[in-house]
């Protein structure tokens, strides 16, 4: 299974940050969102917040690839869910345009 880890901050208002927050609590996340989520491929997603900045952590199965998640991401529900996200989110500084979350390069991992 791999791992990918990303990043993206959100608008620095607190208000804000709480709403994007009830939109990620389990009794507010869209079911059709989640499916399409593993239907990409992805197996289990976490994302933690520190300030405004967040990390989400994809473990993915041989079936995901960033294309495919783009492709899903084109169906209506969802373009609506990522249309609604926007509004509480903003790029990374070196974030290309346009670019949401931004992949994140692993520089050091624990030898066991």
Not at 19 to 28: G, S
Not at 71 to 98: C, D, R, T, Y
């Amino acid at each position: 299974m791999k791992r990918y880890c990303l990043a993206l901050d959100l608008i620095d208002e607190p208000a804000l940050i709480e709403k994007y927050k009830w939109h990620h609590a389990p009794e507010n996340q869209w079911p059709d969102i989640n499916q399409s989520i593993h239907d990409a491929g992805v197996v289990s997603m976490e994302i933690y917040l520190f300030g405004n900045r967040m990390f989400m952590i994809m473990e993915v199965d041989d079936t995901f690839s960033f294309e495919r998640m783009h492709a899903i991401n084109q169906h209506p529900k969802s373009v609506e869910w990522e249309n609604l996200m926007w509004g509480f989110q903003q790029a990374v500084p070196g974030a290309k345009p346009g670019e949401k979350w931004v992949l994140m390069e692993q520089i050091f991992n624990l030898p066991k």
